[in-house]
């Protein structure tokens, strides 16, 4: 089969033929249709991830089934489906204890050092990581279901959001856009999305969003406050992991509000409020962060796209052959035009 | 009757004869049996917190006998023994409505709030809405331990959804910690850690059923609770300082998916400074951790306060109180402030 290979940090990935994966006997082998490429496969490019070379990237997967392992029993050859490709323990404290999202030895197939990714004409995970993908959901909305939308709607469940509540979401990339998209799924609930690229505000507005901001031109908090009559927001989900939107979004919650922190920040966050009695204690407020999916979530996730209550038809920016593979990694890494995801077609 | 009046900021409070209030339709008399002394009140005395004109009497956690009931009053009769909520809520705000009046958007608070004259008092003027009937069983001391300290960690506990079997570490080993204590074993706490740096504070709280006392001062507190979990760390984290230092070692101490309590109130500036780069990222994104602030109690909280008060479920035996007259109402401010007591307690 041919797939693309990263032999040395900072080079292109090589495009070559090697052997299929062998089917273990819990194992599906996915012929590849599509696969999307992820912020954390810039992070191992950029050697941030530790990885053992050479090494196939991708975890972004959907396709048909090419062959299943001896046990398998939920799928066979030719069904459509889409991967999950975090592997939990099962054995752990967390995996015991209904906690596998933060399991103490979970691999992330295509992206740890060891497994095998999906930039590849064939990909193979474990049956409990497949899901069927029915006719209604295109193979190339089906990648964006996998990582992206997964982590945000994890992160949506965790909000707690009520039916007419107000959901304010810092940062309009691929994780803010659709955790945006997980929140309209909840009935009449309107959200303001905060970015400083105009050309994501314009990309949400269009998504749904009632009202966008932009904290480059305009006080966010204030704004917020404004549309609520001064109580502010119900639910405030951040998702860029900066010290500045992540305080924005603690002074835009509201009395008994919930946060999510999605963005994943490597610098360094201090909470630090004029007036801390008022601005944090007496709010009563609930915060949380929200890391990678759960399993359970994604029967009804495929659910809620098969039936257009989220809406996946703006989330693939960019369909490239899998050829172009290099290609797309250089736009992705450069951030060329803000793409939400850009996904590699196999034919 | 007699009363003990706050007329100067800053100079004792002074016992004198004054009108009785008068009596509402929907209000309550209560023939005020005790009424706890508490570090708000100091506040008050100090000019620290704001009082608004004086002279004002002061005193928020009383209990007694109803003497007598306004014309509208439909709940109590005279002669039942009373607790007050000194929180006034409007009941139709927004946070009212979803149960949260502790937020109430026109929050008062009889004997804070300088239009609603406190307890310091024979007789206190409470609304009907404010009052819980003192089953028998519980005595009046306890009663003001129940509106004075159980009820912001009893409130603490259960915003928590604290559940049987689960571990907890509390910082800060004060009133409102070793009530928390309390609160934890009532609600079956399975392990219980408690963290101070006085030393007779952490004496005082093995009293209290902990399992484990850490004096922070000489050994690292998330450390040793750790090593006390399985390297995991526990599943709740209460707050009860309202330091920055305490506030990121009781997150530090919760395990993947654990919660952390913020209940200490400060009366200064707190930064919640995750020192290192990568602080947050670790302790709270990688672990999916939550801090989750509880503030006051709930109208709703009482009546479960009192029922497990009653059932003994809550056992208020390890608590150190002492009762004095009104005449001793300013050395018991003293005593207040000096912390030996888990509550002084005025008796009339
Ligand atoms: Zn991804
Ligand atoms: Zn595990
Ligand atoms: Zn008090
Ligand atoms: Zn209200």
Known sequence: MKAAILKKLGTLLTIEEIPKPQVGENDVLMKVKAAGICIADMYTLRGERPIKLPHILGHEASGVVAEVGSKVKKFKTGDRILGNAIITCNECYYCKNDLEQVCNKHTIVGTDGGTQGAFAEYYKLPEGNVYHLPEEIPFDQATVITSPLASAYHGVRIADIHRGDTVVVYGGGAIGYHAMLGALSYDSVR????????????????????????????????????LTEGRGADVVIEAVGLNQTINQAILSVGKAGRLVFMGAPFGKISFEFENYRQSFLFKEIKMTSSITNRKDEMPQLIELVRTKKIDLSRSVSLKLPFEK??????????????????????? | MKAAVLKTLKE????????????????????????????????????????????????????????????????????????????????????????????CESRRLIGITNETPGVYAEYGVIPERNLYKLPDEV??????LINSLLS??????????????????????????????????AFGASQIIGVDINEQALKNAEKFGLDYVINSKKEDPVKRIRELTGGKGVDVAFEVVGNHETILQAIYSTRHGGRTCILGVPFYHVVIDFKDALGFFHELSEKEASIIIAWGYTRQEFPMMLNMVKKRLIDFSPCRTKVIPLEEVNEGIKWTGEGKYTRVIIEF
């Not at chain 2, 008050?44 to 009383?62: A, Q, Y």
């Not at chain 2, 039942?80 to 937020?103: A, H, I, K």
């Not at chain 2, 409130?155 to 204590?181: N, P, Q, W």
């Open chain 1, 325 to 347: 593979i290099n290609e797309g990694l250089e736009i992705v890494k450069n951030d060329v035009g803000n793409l939400i995801r850009v996904v590699l077609e196999f034919d």
């Open chain 2, 152 to 185: 912001p960690a009893f409130h603490g506990v259960k915003r928590m959804d604290f559940k049987a079997s689960e571990t907890a570490c509390v910082y800060g080993l004060g009133s409102i910690g070793t009530m928390t204590i309390l609160a934890l074993k």
């Open chain 1, 191 to 226: 959200v303001f999305m905060i970015d400083t690229v105009d050309k994501k505000l314009e990309l949400a507005r269009k998504a749904g969003a009632a009202e966008v901001m932009n904290p480059s031109r305009e006080d966010p908090v204030k704004r917020i406050l404004g």
């Open chain 2, 12 to 103: 004792p409070l002074v016992i004198e004869d004054v009108p009785l209030p008068t009596l509402g339709p929907k209000n309550v008399l209560m023939k005020v049996k005790q009424c706890g002394i508490c570090i708000t009140d100091i506040k008050m005395v100090s000019g620290v917190r704001p009082t608004g004109n004086l002279p004002f009497i002061i005193g928020h956690e009383g209990v007694g006998i109803v003497e007598d009931v306004g014309k509208e009053v439909t709940h109590f009769k005279t002669g039942e023994r009373v607790l007050m909520d000194p929180l006034l809520s409007c009941g139709m705000c927004l946070n009212c409505s979803f149960g949260r009046d502790n937020m």
């Open chain 2, 139 to 144: 005595s009046f001391s306890d009663g003001v």
